[in-house]
């Protein structure tokens, strides 16, 4: 073990945050989230690693009812037509699923990304022209695991047209909407993805998913993912 290591408990604290957080849409509480709290959450965010330190967030926090029914009539559209590209038994089971909690949960957060701050030419994003988007992910995920250890759940909702969300919010043109977040106590954490009790889809073995060296090398190619399965083995995900 490192010397830098965590100790123990911090160590299952953190692994803690990330096996039990949840995306929340069905049990939030209107309990409001002190100033103090929020305030946590967003520096969390705010130090997620970005590409060539271009920090590209920017965090909108809504609280007006009025913004977030305007948001639940952009969602309910854009629902509406997701909805229409299933068929048969998925097109109901799609139906029953609840998958948003915008007016239900008290502060709702929408993390955007300047693609122009820090000018046009940023340290590693010449070839990766996404990495600005990708960083303000990882703002989101900050944000996502301090709230699972604060005990507050987080809703990402996606089925949204971006422009017409950037309309709502009033973003300019260089800036898009990455993550609009609902963010509140909740009544529990659901043990499992809502979406996996629901019958739609399960958790990928991670075995499915190792490679050695290049895509489709067989694993015994591989002794390091060798050992890495041993350890895999039996437990959950
Ligand atoms: C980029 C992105 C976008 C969305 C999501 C996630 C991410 C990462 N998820 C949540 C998603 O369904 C959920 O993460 C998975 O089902 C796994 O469940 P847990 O997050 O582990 O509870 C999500 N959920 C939902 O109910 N409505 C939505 O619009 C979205 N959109």
């Known amino acids: 073990m490192s010397e830098h290591a965590f100790s123990e408990e911090q160590r299952a604290g953190l692994y803690r945050a990330i096996h039990e957080r949840r995306d929340v849409r069905s049990q939030f509480l209107p309990d409001p989230i002190a100033p103090d709290v929020l305030a946590r959450l967003l520096r969390a965010a705010h130090h997620a690693p970005s590409v060539g330190f271009m920090q590209p967030w920017d965090f909108i926090v809504i609280d007006s009812l009025a913004t977030k029914q305007a948001m ?18 998925r097109a109901a089971l799609y139906r029953r699923l609840k998958l948003e909690g915008i007016v239900d949960s008290p502060v709702n957060v929408c993390i955007t990304c ?21 960083s303000t992910c990882l703002a989101v995920q900050n944000l996502w695991l301090a709230a699972r250890a604060e005990g507050i759940g987080v809703g990402w909702v996606s089925i949204v047209d971006p422009v017409e969300l950037a309309a709502l919010l009033g973003l300019p043109d260089h800036v898009v909407p990455v993550a609009y977040l609902c963010l509140g106590y909740v009544s529990e954490f659901l043990a499992r993805p809502e979406l996996e009790t629901a019958g739609w889809r399960t958790r990928l073995p991670l075995e ?13 190619n591989a002794p390091l993912l060798d050992a890495v399965l041993d350890d895999a083995n039996g437990k959950p995900g």
């Open 208 to 220: 499915s998913l190792l490679h050695g060296n290049r895509w489709g090398d067989p694993l015994d």
């Open 72 to 89: 639940k009539a952009l969602y309910e559209r854009a629902n509406a037509d997701a909805a229409g590209r299933f068929e048969g038994e």
């Open 114 to 134: 300047d693609r122009t701050r820090g000018g046009p030419h940023v340290l590693g994003r010449n070839t990766m022209l996404e990495a600005d988007l990708f």
